[in-house]
């Protein structure tokens, strides 16, 4: 669910059972979306319940004077960002990177998770962000491809795990992807 409001909804039901009436909970499962995992966990932490969330990798969830009871299983998008950056920097050398995240919050948190990253880490490197609509179309991919061919950088990342295929198949109709010898 993007919307907070029903996951609010039934985590106000949640906390408001009657103790000896209602069996009552010992933690929650939060959503897998940063916004919600915030408004839900604000509700949770006041109760004293813990909440843990799958999937939820927004960093304002790393604010333990905010969310004293949030947990999650995976790390949050700035623990991912800096070993991305410094794999990109040491690793490879690289000095030009572009991404391509969808406008969406989990595609913004992870784009300035990497631009703090490379302020923090790797300062020289320039990065470029290109936005593609979460709900993206083929147009809107052909664009952003053109987009990252017009910057001439060799190195391109992508946040975009449901579109990968489309994305891939016209960068390579662009020829930036691929070396041409492999179909």
């Known amino acids: 669910e993007r919307n907070p409001r029903p996951a609010v909804d039934r985590m106000i039901d949640l ?17 897998g979306r940063t916004d919600v995992s915030m408004a839900t966990s604000v509700l949770s932490g006041l109760q004293g319940y813990p909440q843990i969330s799958p999937l939820t990798s927004g960093a304002p969830l790393d604010d333990k004077s905010q969310f004293p009871l949030f947990g999650r299983v995976i ?3 700035d623990g991912v960002a800096v070993p991305t950056v410094l794999w990109f920097d040491r690793v490879l050398g690289v000095r030009h990177l572009a991404v391509l995240n969808f406008n ?57 795990g449901d579109k990968y295929e489309q994305v891939l198949e016209e960068a390579y109709r662009q020829g930036i992807a691929g070396t041409g010898q492999h179909q």
Request: net charge positive.
């Open 75 to 77: 790390p949050s998008s």
């Open 15 to 31: 906390l408001g059972r009657v103790p000896g009436v209602d069996p009552l909970p010992c933690a929650l499962l939060g959503n």
């Open 104 to 160: 969406d919050s989990y595609g913004n948190a992870y784009v300035s998770a990497l631009q703090r990253a490379v302020q923090d880490y790797a300062p020289r490197m320039v990065l470029k962000t290109i936005n593609i609509p979460r709900t993206a179309e083929a147009d809107d991919i052909v664009q952003a491809i053109s987009i990252a061919k017009e910057t001439k950088f060799r190195y391109f990342f992508t946040t975009i």
